[in-house]
Every structure is written in C-alpha cells, then in structure tokens.
C-alpha cells in the first residue's frame, strides 16, 4: 500500500472514532465539542473528571481528551483511573500549566500527549491523529494475531480429524484428553500462554497413529509384540508429522513425550522425572485417565474410580505426583464433567 492510500485509511479510521471529551469551561467544551463533532463519529462529552469516568465506564471510547484542573475530579486523576481500568485507550490532556509537577505526573500515568491551552483545533486534530494512528496499528497486528490464532485452530482441528477418522474407535478420545490436560494444568497455576500449548498438543497427541494399520487399531483384544512394537512408534511418528511447523508451543515434544513415564520405562526415549515436559507429564496422566473411564465399543470403560485408583497407585512411579494429585482434585471437583 502507497503512502497516499494509507493516509486514507488512516482518515477513514479516524471518521470512525468515538471519542469523550472532558471540560468543566462551558465555552470551551461546546465550541470544541462541536468541532470534534464535525470531525468524529460520536462525541460525549463531560463537565468534569467523575463524570467523565462515569461514561467512560458506561460507554465505549477510542480516545479521550480532557482537561486538567476540574472541580470533583480533575482530569489527571481521571486519566489514572482510567488506565487502570485499560492502557490501551490513548488519553490527550489539555492543559494551561506547564509547571513541572503536571508534566510529572502525566508522565508517571502513562498521558499519550498533551496540549497546551487556549487550544488551536489543528494542533489538537493532529494529536488525536498521532495516538489514535499507534492505537489502530497495535490493533492490526492484534487482529492479525488473532488470525493467526483461528487458522492454527483449524488445522489442528483438521489433523485431529485425520487421525480419529481412521481410528474411529478412539473417536473423541484427544478431545477429552485435551479438555482434562486443560484442567490440570489450571490446577497446576501453569500461565494460560502455555496451557494453550497443551490443549492444541493433547488434540493431536496421537497424531503418529496414522502411520500404524488401521486392522491393528480398530482391532479388539490383545496386541501381540510385534504390533505393540508398531505402537509404541507413533510418538516419535506424531514428532515428525508436527515437526516442522513452528509453533509457538513445544507442540511437538510434547507429542514426542506423551509416553514417557516419571520413574524411566515409557518410550521413546525412556526420559526420567523432570526429563519430561511437563505439559507432556499432564498430557500422560489425561490420556491414562481418558482411556480407563471411556468407553470403546469393544470393551466398557473402567470408569472414573478405577482411573483414579490407577494413577493413585503409580504416583511417584508411572506419574509425576504432582501432576497426579492436580488431577485426583479436579476429578473430585468435577467428575466426568472434565471432559464434558
Ligand atoms: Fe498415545
Ligand atoms: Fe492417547
């Protein structure tokens, strides 16, 4: 896009703004109140800073401009409060002083420009052009984030659909063992960045099955060795079919890690203890827990109680204790409703 075109834009954007203006002088806030009117969308203004923390509370604006010195409130403690509540509207004081403890103060609450009294609208156009300029840009790259987001989702979504269409005997199955890895983790206080990991991890953490026949997948009963064998591949499977995609999780070690077990005897790479992820350990103690209670048509789910008992018994063995306890309380606060 040309400069010229992106000029428009910008000014089309600015015709869109919603914007509260804070005046106590009468004069003073309708001769600007109309022209901002003129200029703006929408333009509210009040005769002070209570009331203009009033309607900023009750509405929704993109910038605001007010004065300093107000009776109830003035504008700067406003500001403050304001910012409090959001950093992300920009806030313009109008302001006759130029004493250093003003600017102090404006400085320390975060004021995205100020101008100075009697105000020359051009000046004060351009300020509302500057701040809202940085604000609509941070919300493109949000909005392309956001994208971002929802088309990672889908191809999740899409590679967890691959795989369960094959083995629909497990249809299901990374769903719930999402939703529970999801809850532990919360459990656990994991940040919520990497709890997003762990969900879009455990959606497909069996991905690596689509390299294993579908007779031996779909197949009831016992696995002879050699089968058990082609089973135990699909982490390292899973690994390489996630691999390359660079996410901004582990997505891929965490699939790798997924059978690993706390005392050295999971596969593929016998890991110990802390050896393994934890979003990994959480996505083993889910998927143990999943696989017990649900149901397969060829056999009836253990159920909640035997899964529990379960990982009980191999804590600190099989299962991160830590971990195993997180689970054991969000099963006893949820029961089979952590899935549902
Ligand atoms: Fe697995
Ligand atoms: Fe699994």
């Not at 909005?143 to 088309?151: D, V, Y």
């Not at 253990?302 to 990982?311: F, P, Q, S, T």
Request: with cysteine; aromatic share 6%; net charge negative.
């Amino acid at each position: 896009m040309n400069q010229e075109a992106k000029t428009e834009v910008n000014m089309e954007l600015m015709k869109s703004l919603v914007v509260l203006y804070v005046e106590d002088e009468d004069d003073v806030r309708e001769g600007i109140g109309r022209f901002l009117r003129r200029r703006f969308a929408q333009v509210d203004t009040a005769a002070n800073g209570q009331e203009g923390l009033d309607k900023f509370k009750a509405g929704h604006y993109d910038i605001i401009v007010t004065d300093v010195r107000m009776p109830a409130m003035d504008g700067l403690e406003m500001a403050r409060q304001i910012k409090e509540i959001t950093e992300d509207i920009p806030v313009i004081v109008v302001t006759a002083f130029n004493e250093t403890d003003y600017f102090l103060r404006a400085i320390d609450i975060g004021i995205d420009s100020y101008i100075k009294k009697p105000v020359n609208t051009d000046e004060l156009f351009a300020a509302i052009y500057k701040s809202t300029r940085v604000h609509f840009q941070q919300k493109a790259i949000e909005s392309g984030q956001k994208q971002m987001m929802s088309l990672l989702e889908q191809m999740i979504a899409t590679l967890a659909r691959a795989i369960e269409m094959r083995d629909p005997y497990t249809d299901g199955h990374q769903k719930r063992v999402s939703m529970l890895s999801v809850a532990i983790a919360e459990e656990l206080g994991v940040p919520k960045e990497q709890i997003q990991g762990i969900r879009l991890a455990a959606l497909i953490h069996d991905i690596g099955k689509i390299h294993i026949p579908a007779e031996i997948l779909t197949r009831p009963g016992k696995l002879d060795k050699t089968e058990f064998e082609l089973i135990k591949k699909h982490p390292i499977t899973g690994f390489e079919v996630v691999g390359n995609i660079d996410f901004p999780w582990p997505i891929s070690q965490i699939v790798l890690e997924h059978h690993e077990k706390w005392d050295g005897s999971g596969y593929p790479n016998g890991l110990k203890g802390e050896e393994i992820l934890l979003d990994a350990r959480i996505v083993c103690v889910a998927d143990v827990v999943e696989a017990m209670a649900s149901h397969r048509p060829y056999r009836a789910g253990l159920g909640m109680e035997a899964a529990i008992a379960e990982i009980k018994a191999n804590s600190g063995i099989l299962f991160d204790p830590k971990v195993v306890d997180a689970c054991v309380r969000v099963v006893e606060k949820k029961g089979s409703e952590c899935w549902e």
